[in-house]
């Protein structure tokens, strides 16, 4: 398998502009892609550009304080962690509605591949997306 070098994410400083989409983020309710969050802050009267909206939010994920998930299309998806652990989920492809899930096998599960890889450091994302319940019963 060829290698690949991640490109590093800044680090997290506190600008101005960070902290709105930080606050904007936590305000939100559940997942929201960065388009969208976006397009919120300008109704806001927030003068944020997209870009440092995206770049925001990736800082934020690689700092521990948002999770990201994609939807079906690809497009990730953020959410405000808060204090909160790392955390699983698994998301409606038709509606969006994400259920947190208890991680414990899969944070052991990592644990185990990590020490017997000797990888050090070892960060993971795990996805999983189906129909919930609501949707899959089809219009009331």
């Known amino acids: 398998m060829p ?12 600008t101005p502009q960070r902290l709105q989409v ?3 983020l936590a305000a ?3 997942f929201s892609s960065a ?3 976006h397009a919120r802050m ?6 944020v550009g997209l870009s440092t909206v995206y770049r925001a939010l990736a800082a934020l994920v690689e700092a521990g304080q948002a999770d990201v998930v994609r939807d079906d299309n690809g497009e990730r998806l953020f959410r405000h962690r808060g204090e909160e652990q790392h955390q699983h989920y698994l998301v409606c492809r038709h509606c969006g509605f994400a259920l947190a899930l ?7 599960w990592a644990d185990r591949i990590a020490r017997e890889s000797g990888f050090a ?11 919930c319940t609501e949707c ?3 219009p009331l």
Do not use: M, N, Q, Y
């Open 42 to 47: 300008a109704a806001d009267g927030c003068e």
């Open 28 to 30: 939100r309710p559940g």
């Open 121 to 131: 450091d070892v960060r993971h994302t795990v996805e999983l997306a189906g129909v």
């Open 3 to 14: 290698r690949t070098r991640r490109i590093p994410v800044p680090p997290w400083r506190d």
């Open 102 to 108: 208890d991680t414990d096998e899969i944070e052991t």
């Open 35 to 37: 388009k969208l969050l």
């Open 136 to 138: 899959s019963a089809g």
């Open 22 to 24: 930080l606050r904007a």
